[in-house]
């Protein structure tokens, strides 16, 4: 059973956000320092990378623990309310995460994904990670 009242539930997920997020805002403020130069939510790149150097073919994905699944197999016992709609909800995420990988891989694309407390912890060593991957490209 949900804790919260229909209206409260409304109201905390219409401010979950898809784009700007707190873990792609602190990553892409690095990758900017570093004098970096990106497209933020690449609509014309399949996937829409929340971050994608269209030249370099490198998408980079930012994904928060819960909507993109990580550890997944002992995380969805914690589920408590409404838990065949959310189990569904987020083993599609998960095989559409998949399905993006594949597709841009299998057309000459590097993909990067982050997991949100990845970038929190250390986004120093995720933007290394990216910076790297954009020079081994400009070669």
């Known amino acids: ?20 997020t707190r873990i792609e805002l602190l990553l892409r403020q690095e990758l900017w320092k570093r004098g970096l130069r990106y497209r933020k939510n690449a609509k014309k790149v399949f996937g829409h990378p929340d971050i994608a150097f269209i030249g370099k073919k490198i998408a980079v994905f930012c994904d928060s623990e819960f909507w993109h699944g990580f550890d997944w197999e002992n995380k969805k016992s914690n589920i408590k309310s409404n838990k065949d709609f959310w189990i569904l909800k987020i083993e599609r995420n998960i095989a559409r995460d998949e399905e993006v990988n594949e597709f841009l891989k299998s057309h000459g694309w590097t993909v990067l994904r982050f997991w949100g407390k990845e970038i929190q912890n250390d986004v120093v060593r995720c933007a290394d990670v990216i910076e790297e991957e954009v020079k081994r490209n400009e070669l």
């Not at 949900?2 to 700007?20: C, F, G, V, W, Y």
């Open 1 to 20: 059973m949900d804790n919260l009242t229909p209206e409260q539930r409304h109201k905390n997920m219409q401010a979950i956000r898809s784009k700007d």
